[in-house]
């Protein structure tokens, strides 16, 4: 991967400095279980790129949702947060999640500001400009981990499964339809009432919004093949709060 540390230096420079590496939740990590259990309301750092990896990454998300489900959350208080990341950020990660306004993912991963990037459209799919807004969070911002997140119940997704056309979301879902197509079974009824087939296709669809990620940007597929970054799938329940990681 040493061309790609190449063009990120030189993205980086462009830039005129202001792209910082990420960084683990606050003080330096180290690479063991114990870590994760101390993530502090401090804002992230340059430094503390050097410890995180991808594995990482993923447990400060499964632990801050298991916090937000037991509602133990850190409650930081911001206004540090904001005048610490006023000059450079180190997100950890990135998230693809879904519009829907039950989920949030600094809510729902209990993560404060400079944590994650998070990029939100209806069916938590991924496009040209979303692909290239991970590409700027992982090679550019030095993000470890892409974690698409899609939800129970998903308005989205009974609309791609019901052929939904109504102006410009009628192009959206159409980012969906695969899932729906890729879904076999359900001849009995594959539509929205179907509460079963729905959650079949929510799921189908992150596992191919996983694959669209990697066949679609040679930039992340290669990280991941580094191990510079991990890409995962996950599913979050409306009704518990629950984030199941596939």
């Given at each position: 991967?040493?061309?790609?540390?190449?063009?990120?230096?030189?993205?980086?420079?462009?830039?005129?400095?202001?792209?910082?590496?990420?960084?683990?939740g606050?003080?330096?990590?180290?690479?063991?279980?114990?870590?994760?259990?101390?993530?502090?309301?401090?804002?992230?750092?340059?430094?503390?790129?050097?410890?995180m990896?991808?594995d990482?990454?993923?447990?400060?998300?499964?632990?801050?949702?298991a916090?937000?489900?037991?509602?133990?959350?850190?409650?930081?208080?911001?206004?540090p947060?904001v005048?610490?990341?006023?000059?450079?950020?180190?997100?950890?990660?990135?998230?693809?999640?879904?519009?829907?306004?039950r989920?949030?993912?600094?809510?729902?991963f209990?993560?404060?500001?400079?944590?994650?990037?998070?990029a939100?459209v209806?069916?938590n799919?991924?496009?040209?400009?979303?692909?290239?807004s991970l590409?700027?969070?992982?090679?550019?911002?030095?993000?470890?981990?892409?974690?698409?997140?899609g939800?129970?119940?998903?308005?989205?997704?009974?609309?791609?499964?019901?052929?939904?056309?109504?102006?410009?979301?009628?192009?959206?879902?159409?980012?969906?339809?695969p899932a729906v197509?890729a879904?076999?079974?359900?001849?009995?009824?594959?539509?929205?009432?179907?509460?079963?087939?729905?959650?079949?296709?929510?799921?189908?669809?992150?596992?191919?919004?996983?694959?669209?990620?990697?066949?679609?940007?040679?930039?992340?597929?290669?990280?991941e093949k580094?191990?510079?970054?991990?890409?995962?799938g996950?599913?979050?329940?409306?009704?518990?709060?629950?984030?199941?990681?596939?």
């Amino acid at each position: 991967m040493h061309g790609h540390h190449v063009e990120r230096r030189h993205f980086l420079r462009t830039a005129g400095g202001t792209l910082l590496a990420c960084g683990c939740g606050g003080a330096l990590a180290l690479p063991s279980r114990q870590a994760f259990a101390t993530q502090t309301c401090a804002a992230q750092t340059s430094e503390s790129q050097a410890a995180m990896t991808p594995d990482m990454a993923l447990q400060y998300l499964k632990d801050g949702n298991a916090r937000f489900v037991a509602g133990t959350r850190l409650n930081c208080d911001l206004a540090p947060q904001v005048a610490a990341t006023a000059t450079g950020q180190h997100p950890f990660a990135a998230i693809v999640g879904c519009i829907d306004s039950r989920e949030s993912a600094t809510t729902t991963f209990d993560q404060g500001i400079g944590d994650v990037f998070a990029a939100r459209v209806a069916g938590n799919f991924v496009n040209d400009d979303i692909l290239g807004s991970l590409e700027f969070a992982c090679a550019a911002a030095g993000a470890r981990l892409i974690l698409v997140v899609g939800h129970t119940e998903c308005g989205a997704i009974k609309g791609a499964c019901d052929d939904v056309v109504l102006g410009n979301l009628t192009q959206t879902l159409a980012n969906i339809k695969p899932a729906v197509a890729a879904v076999e079974g359900f001849d009995e009824d594959r539509s929205s009432k179907n509460a079963a087939f729905v959650q079949a296709v929510a799921e189908k669809n992150v596992e191919l919004t996983l694959e669209r990620i990697r066949r679609r940007s040679p930039i992340l597929e290669g990280m991941e093949k580094a191990g510079d970054i991990a890409i995962a799938g996950a599913m979050y329940d409306v009704q518990t709060g629950i984030v199941t990681f596939a």
